[in-house]
């Protein structure tokens, strides 16, 4: 162990700063420019010129909000795919199974994310409990650590060109291996944080390569220190980030480093993060909380003796004004506590969109309640100005403030009398459906084939689609010429299913142009920006919709499009329908009232729209929740209540189906072990479930479970461009045979097309029903 570095401990972290900004463009520049580069349309040089100007852009944007140029204040953040996938790369630890890829670096990379003809992608997963995706890291006891620092340098050499001493960004060694999973030749019950000495031997090799570079400071975040969720304690996870950042931070040839512990509460960690060698510890105190007693007692002060701490006072994840009066208490407070303090976000602000201002459509009033990315920095170096100066000298801007939020609180429709008497009303009996054995009897009438085939929802959202849609936004057709389209769209959809042979259909979702942002456009209480995108993963980014007010459904939202889909062919169609809870978790949601009341409203409206398609004639409806998984909260003793309202609002919204009526729904990007009795709780019928990145390994909780009703575990990842052979359908249908009886089986890619192209689907979806046919003799 080298000696302790002590001239960083005099190297203070800027007053203001962030933890991460969005890295798309605003206009999705860089989504763009990386397909293009798929697509063979632009070269290696021109991606990595559109995404220069990119990064250099965000760095003198933030310049402009108000951070400083010194003392790494501004964060190096950018990724061209994920930030974990860069972890794994400037790590060096490239699972062995791509040991063969060729071409250059950009290309393996592209190969690690999105696979090619011999090779599976990286499993995605969701990133804690957000709505982004990373690529999940294979570590078996012979993944090579190889680090190469190159482009991390290369981003510090860009800023300081600009003249801007910046802060590269990394996952943390300990979160990372604990978001790992297992390589396909690691020996049974192997552990990947069992590779932390040699991980932090590599960590350390890149800060001694940013050392050399010039770098001052560098973030690596460790969101594992707010988890109950990973396997471990959070002892045992703090023990884990001790013993790195001991061995880390005793080294003299490094900059100084900012640890953060966002997306949670770190509040039983505070003190004794405080006392490790590094220069400043960051704490969520938006979702989290200070160790109050710590801070009272004094030894907070003496644990971040010579250490700052960068104080998250500014939600990363929702578009809400901050009480900036408050947040100004809780930093005055700390430093009145002898502690020394930087202003910060919660979290990296990924999460939310660019600008207000870029959003001219939006409804004035509701426009000044919110703050997105640029807004929430301005609020940062606000704040720091106010700690610094006395809050005398942005005494207007907290006034401004304070009218925003009053403004708020009190604007029609915000409350809305009579959705909140019904949701008051609502009982038990409500969220519950006929008995299981009741239904399956009743739906036999149904005559749905074992190993049945369908798919998830949508369809290829083709450029002609695309076209139709900005047309008729423009006015250049008329309401008459864009439903003809939509029409025809249907119809086309309808009659490939049944030439490729799909036993269940569905309406293809033409007329859609997001799953949430649909419902929100129909709904009153909801609003949809223009240029609010946010991604998800890799190029895929969605404008999430924005739950200001009660929600209710003043019209049916789907019902004439099932019916005429319906009214095309013999087979069933599904009807197809957004789950509250994922309405709510691919949306910001008000934040002055709990997440289960505006549950209860959207499965209200939900449970008013079922009713309307049954009575149009549609006999199965699937209700999507992607994102049951993705709300579950980080702490523990939070979760049982979180499952209790989830589960509660999706059976509100089916609870009123007649035992005839077969109700799906679909999960995804989910570990399902820990929340499987809240997968039966559903009650649905049948529900479909991702599994074929992960081989599978779905089923096996669900077995052991005895799960009773049906399921349709995902044959082939529709998040590849890659076309599955029938051969590999087959043997993923025979590992979920070898769990669930035959006769409970779907068959089902693993979420929806509409990303995907025709030709792929078209032979991925024959490749399908072919497998099933296949697996369904070797049952029979």
Not at 376 to 388: F, I, Q, R
Not at 616 to 642: F, M, N, S, T
């Amino acid at each position: 162990m080298s000696a302790p570095n002590t001239e960083h401990r005099t190297a203070g972290l800027a007053p203001a700063t962030i933890l991460g900004y969005p890295r798309i463009g605003r206009r999705r520049e860089l989504k763009k420019a990386v397909e293009a580069y798929w697509k063979g349309t632009i070269t290696e040089a021109e991606l990595a010129v559109t995404a220069a100007a990119l990064r250099a852009d965000v760095r003198s944007r933030l310049k402009d909000l108000g951070l400083s140029s010194q003392d790494g204040a501004i964060p190096e953040s950018f990724s061209l795919y994920d930030q974990v996938l860069d972890t794994t790369v400037a790590l060096g630890a490239t699972p062995l199974r791509f040991a063969d890829v060729q071409g250059s670096d950009i290309d393996r990379y592209f190969v690690l994310a999105r696979g090619d003809e011999t090779h599976q992608p990286l499993e995605m997963t969701k990133w804690f409990d957000t709505n982004y995706h990373y690529s999940v890291p294979e570590i078996s006891p012979q993944t090579p650590v190889e680090p190469h620092a190159g482009t991390l340098v290369g981003y510090v050499e860009e800023a300081r060109t600009q003249g801007i001493d910046s802060r590269p960004v990394l996952v943390g060694p300990v979160t990372y291996l604990l978001l790992a999973k297992a390589a396909d030749e690691a020996p049974e019950g192997f552990a990947p944080i069992s590779r932390l000495d040699d991980v932090v031997e590599g960590y350390a090799a890149l800060l001694r390569a940013l050392h050399e570079a010039g770098a001052r400071w560098v973030q690596f975040d460790e969101p594992a220190l707010v988890s109950d969720s990973l396997g471990y304690t959070r002892e045992e996870i703090l023990a884990f980030v001790t013993s790195a950042y001991t061995e880390l931070g005793a080294r003299a040839d490094r900059p100084a480093i900012l640890l953060t512990a966002p997306y949670g509460d770190s509040s039983y960690a505070q003190t004794r993060l405080g006392a490790l060698p590094v220069e400043a510890i960051q704490a969520d105190l938006v979702r989290g909380r200070l160790d109050e007693q710590a801070l009272a007692e004094g030894s907070f002060a003496r644990a971040f003796e010579g250490t700052t701490f960068v104080a998250g006072v500014i939600d990363g994840r929702n578009i809400w004004q901050t009480n900036l009066s408050q947040a100004l208490a809780t930093l005055e407070r700390i430093r009145q506590a002898g502690v020394t303090v930087s202003v910060a976000t919660a979290n990296n602000l990924q999460h939310v969109p660019h600008d207000v201002a870029d959003e001219p459509s939006l409804d004035a009033r509701l426009a000044r309640w919110l703050a997105f990315a640029d807004q929430k920095v301005e609020h940062v170096a606000l704040l720091a100005e106010g700690l610094a100066h006395g809050r005398e000298t942005i005494v207007t801007a907290l006034e401004e403030n304070a009218e925003i939020l009053a403004d708020r609180a009190h604007a029609p429709g915000v409350r809305v009398e009579h959705v909140r008497q019904r949701a008051a009303a609502v009982t038990a009996e409500d969220r519950t459906r006929a008995g299981e054995t009741e239904r399956r009897a009743a739906q036999l009438a149904l005559n749905i084939p074992e190993l049945a085939t369908t798919t998830i929802g949508s369809f290829p959202q083709t450029a002609e689609i695309r076209r139709a849609r900005a047309a008729f936004r423009r006015g250049e057709i008329d309401v008459d010429a864009y439903e003809q389209f939509l029409r025809e769209e249907i119809a086309s959809v309808i009659r490939l299913q049944e030439e490729i042979g799909l036993d269940i259909l569905v309406h293809g979702e033409a007329e859609r142009n997001d799953m949430v942002q649909y419902f929100a456009e129909l709904l009153d209480g909801c609003a949809v920006t223009t240029n609010g995108w946010v991604q998800s993963y890799g190029t895929r980014a969605t404008r999430p919709s924005i739950l200001w007010g009660d929600i209710s459904r003043p019209a049916p939202m789907t019902v004439r499009w099932s019916a005429y889909a319906q009214s095309l062919t013999d087979r069933h169609v599904k009807g197809m329908l957004t789950g509250p809870v994922t309405i709510l978790a691919w949306s910001f949601v008000r934040d002055d009232q709990p997440l289960a009341d505006t549950a209860t409203q959207v499965a209200l409206a939900l449970r008013d729209e079922i009713d309307d398609l049954v009575s149009a004639g549609i006999e199965i409806i699937q209700v999507d929740e992607p994102a049951l998984r993705e709300l579950l909260p980080l702490d523990a003793d939070r979760q049982q209540a979180y499952l209790e309202w989830s589960v509660g609002a999706f059976r509100l919204a089916t609870g009123g189906a007649a035992p005839e009526v077969q109700i799906h729904t679909h999960l995804c990007y989910s570990e399902f072990g820990e929340i499987i009795h809240a997968v039966d709780g559903l009650d649905a019928d049948v529900t479909s479930i991702e599994a074929a990145r992960s081989r599978m390994d779905v089923v096996v909780p669900l077995g052991a479970h005895k799960y009773s009703r049906g399921i349709g575990p995902g044959v082939y990842d529709i998040h590849s461009p890659r076309v599955p052979s029938q051969e590999e359908q087959e043997e993923l249908l025979r590992i979920a045979s070898a769990h669930i009886p035959g006769d409970q089986l779907w068959v089902n890619p693993d979420c929806g097309l509409k990303t995907r192209g025709y030709d792929e689907t078209v032979a991925s979806l024959t490749n399908m029903v072919r497998a099933a046919q296949a697996v369904r003799q070797e049952l029979a």
